[in-house]
């Protein structure tokens, strides 16, 4: 069992920046592969970028592509998430995830264990 937490959510200007954190419980950390999803209201959810268990593969969706970057701390049980440049078009709700097996890192049904989200709102 693993349990996901988000934080560093909140309102930003549009241009500015942002770092989510997600912090995951248990000893296993490192044996899960990670993925940020976001949800916009009366949208699907979408991919956002994924993770390998050592961080040596990282994978983003092309509209977040060259602004956000995911990164990992296994000795810290976190993955994080820096978002530049943002613009109103982030503006969602945005969950981390775990994935054991990392055969599709955009498909969100892959995953095994969600945290609750962390809103992202960007003004223009």
């Known amino acids: 069992q693993v349990q996901l937490v988000e934080s560093g959510g909140g309102l930003v200007q549009a241009g500015g920046s942002l770092r989510l954190s997600c912090a995951a419980s248990?000893?296993?950390?490192?044996?899960?592969?990670m993925g940020w999803f976001r949800q916009a209201p009366g949208k699907e959810r979408e991919f956002v970028a994924a993770?390998?268990?050592?961080?040596?593969?990282?994978y983003y969706a092309d509209s977040v592509k060259g602004r956000f970057t995911i990164s990992r701390d296994n000795a810290k049980n976190t993955v994080y998430l820096r978002m530049n440049s943002l613009k109103p078009e982030d503006t969602a709700v945005y969950s981390c995830?775990?994935?054991?097996?990392?055969?599709?890192?955009?498909?969100?049904?892959?995953?095994?264990?969600w945290g609750q989200g962390t809103q992202v709102t960007v003004s223009s």
């Open positions: 993770i390998s268990w050592s961080g040596g593969s990282v």
């Open positions: 995830a775990a994935d054991r097996e990392f055969s599709d890192y955009s498909d969100g049904y892959e995953y095994d264990y």
């Open positions: 248990g000893r296993t950390f490192s044996s899960y592969a």
